[in-house]
T-cell receptor, first 114, second 115 residues
Framework: GNSVTQMEGPVTLSEEAFLTINCTYTATGYPSLFWYVQYPGEGLQLLLKATKADDKGSNKGFEATYRKETTSFHLEKGSVQVSDSAVYFCALSLPREGAQKLVFGQGTRLTINP | DAGITQSPRYKITETGRQVTLMCHQTWSHSYMFWYRQDLGHGLRLIYYSAAADITDKGEVPDGYVVSRSKTENFPLTLESATRSQTSVYFC??????????????FGEGSRLTVL
């Protein structure tokens, strides 16, 4: 079946550190890939996406590249801020299966210390 | 305000009681979803709806009932709450395009505790 595996958290970094959150997937076919972010006390919101191999999604200084050869979609940011503290979810969906088949990873809690 | 709102945000109930969580969206999105979020499980889909009067089961539908008489509302009912239903529940919506790409808009969540 389709699945998403994220690095386990929690992850704690100092401000201005480099961030990587690993995400790998298993899917039949060619999925679209997403990173959602959940700030404290809020619902999830889409952070970035990529719909085909080698696409790079980017937003708010975060980037992730769709790597078909390694079935990965790692999230990176060059210099994190305290305001980036949140839970990050990697997710995939397959064409024609729609959001009702959206598969989420377990989430990675990120804490940034000043 | 436009968006997707859930109520109540927090609810404590007892085993065996009926509980309804409300979800309202103002975008006229055709698709709506209910997820539960549990430590170690991430988000799991309970039910979804593609349009008014059309609902379908997700991954974990047992113990839940939904209805969608109006496009903007998608209530989730626990007919006889159990402790295993203690969770944070998220409602989400998407338009037709989002339903095919996986782009969802989430509410702020409803934290339910069943004693």
């Amino acid at each position: 079946g389709n699945s998403v595996t994220q690095m386990e958290g929690p992850v704690t970094l100092s401000e201005e550190a480099f961030l990587t959150i690993n995400c790998t997937y298993t899917a039949t076919g060619y999925p679209s890939l997403f990173w959602y972010v959940q700030y404290p006390g809020e619902g999830l919101q889409l952070l970035l996406k990529a719909t085909k191999a080698d696409d790079k999604g980017s937003n708010k200084g975060f980037e992730a590249t769709y790597r078909k050869e390694t079935t990965s979609f790692h999230l990176e940011k060059g210099s994190v801020q305290v305001s980036d503290s949140a839970v990050y979810f990697c997710a995939l969906s397959l064409p024609r299966e729609g959001a009702q088949k959206l598969v989420f990873g377990q989430g990675t809690r990120l804490t940034i210390n000043p | 305000d436009a968006g997707i709102t859930q109520s109540p945000r927090y609810k404590i109930t007892e085993t065996g009681r009926q509980v309804t969580l409300m979800c309202h969206q103002t975008w006229s999105h055709s698709y709506m979803f209910w997820y539960r979020q549990d430590l170690g499980h991430g988000l799991r889909l309970i039910y979804y709806s593609a349009a008014a009067d059309i609902t379908d089961k997700g991954e974990v539908p047992d113990g839940y009932v939904v209805s969608r008489s109006k496009t903007e509302n998608f209530p989730l009912t626990l007919e006889s709450a159990t402790r295993s239903q203690t969770s944070v529940y998220f409602c989400a919506s998407s338009d037709w395009a989002g339903s095919n790409t996986g782009e969802l808009f989430f509410g702020e969540g409803s934290r339910l505790t069943v004693l």
